[in-house]
Nanobody, 124 residues
């Protein structure tokens, strides 16, 4: 599975950004998600979605601000991020796993495939 991420950039606090990620290769029974890593911090889970049924799960900090959607025909997921704050500044990574997506699978070890990171910078 190959992942191609796009989006990101610089935005002011309370602004919005959209990240997209498209999978190619072995796309059967795929779940896709996003992680992020801020400078000096560990990589953390943001959200994930099952391409088959659209079931989506979010980290607590993302609830109510971020929305993850999928276009299963195009094997593409989109992370809409609203009301961003400077603490959201990080490199965001698209990730994918083959198999059932469970809400508890929030560690990077559950994801076999990774895209290149895309930088999101939120200015105050």
């Amino acid at each position: 599975v190959q992942l191609q991420a796009s989006g990101g950039g610089l935005v002011q606090a309370r602004g919005s950004l959209r990240l997209s990620c498209t999978a190619s290769g072995r796309t059967f029974n795929l779940a896709m998600g996003w992680f992020r890593q801020a400078p000096g911090k560990e990589r953390e889970y943001v959200a994930a979605i099952a391409l088959s049924n659209g079931a989506a799960y979010y980290a607590n900090f993302a609830l109510g601000r971020f929305t993850l959607s999928r276009d299963d025909a195009r094997y593409t997921v989109t992370l809409q991020m609203d009301n961003l704050n400077p603490e959201d500044t990080a490199v965001y990574y698209c990730a994918a796993r083959v198999g059932r997506l469970m809400e508890t699978q929030r560690a990077s070890k559950y994801y076999n495939y990774w895209g290149q990171g895309t930088l999101v910078t939120v200015s105050s």
